[in-house]
């Protein structure tokens, strides 16, 4: 099975900083990976989708780049409403494999 | 609007069985593959199981092959996920999943349920 490695498995931030979150494989994925975002209690929600793609109504500030074997979510100004665990989601091999997640938290 | 129920979810021990369901809406249901995601507690998202838009193709984990079996019922919009001879490390919460694309299995998943809480514990 392909090995995902998702980084940092959390972190504390303030209200506008600047979030990077990444994930590397050991295969080349090409651009099969996702990004979602899971708070207790909610269905989790897809923010990103092909790398890059945005799902329609995530607020620009999320934004994903990469290719092959490492990947990026970035925020770029941290809200309130962001903090919560985020998992990125290979699907281009068998079975689809999730990252370990990353909680953000606040400082 | 995309909607997904699922429910199900209970107190069983090891051993025994359960049955998750994920009730459909707001999409044209038999066009699209669904899968089973879980999360233990503490711990990151495991995809469990899919199935194909017909019901004809089933996946799963090897972590649950030869427990779970995934069926869905078209004429319903329902997903059923039975899961038998369960044990402790079963323990999660339980999420059903929709494919993005329509007419093939992929494990790119748009819109997800809430989410149903199974423990198994004696």
């Known amino acids: 099975d392909i090995q995902m490695t998702q980084s940092p498995s959390s972190l504390s931030a303030s209200v506008g900083d600047r979030v990077t979150i990444t994930c590397r494989t050991s295969l080349d994925i090409r651009n099969d990976l996702g990004w979602y975002q899971l708070k207790p209690g909610k269905a989790p929600k897809r923010l990103i989708y092909g790398t890059s793609s945005l799902v329609s109504g995530v607020p620009s500030r999320f934004s994903g780049s990469g290719s092959g074997t490492e990947f990026t979510l970035t925020i770029s100004s941290l809200q309130p409403e962001d903090f919560a665990t985020y998992y990125c989601l290979e699907h281009n091999n068998y079975p689809p494999t999730f990252g370990q997640g990353t909680k953000v938290e606040i400082k | 609007e995309v909607q997904l129920l699922d429910s199900g979810g209970g107190l069983v021990q090891p051993g025994g069985s359960l049955r998750l369901s994920c009730a459909a809406s707001?999409?044209?249901?038999?066009?699209?593959?669904m899968s089973w995601v879980r999360q233990a507690p503490g711990k990151g998202l495991e995809w469990v199981s899919a199935?194909?838009?017909?019901?004809?193709?089933?996946y799963y984990a090897d972590s649950v092959k030869g427990r779970f079996t995934l069926s869905r019922d078209n004429s319903k919009n329902t997903l059923s996920l039975q899961m038998h001879s369960l044990r402790t490390e079963d323990t999660a919460v339980y999420y059903c999943?929709?494919?993005?694309?329509?007419?093939?299995?992929?494990?790119?998943?748009?819109?997800w349920g809430q989410g149903s809480l199974v423990t198994v514990s004696s």
């Open positions: 707001g999409f044209t249901f038999s066009s699209y593959a």
């Open positions: 199935i194909s838009g017909s019901g004809a193709s089933t």
């Open positions: 999943a929709k494919v993005a694309s329509a007419g093939f299995w992929s494990g790119d998943v748009d819109y």
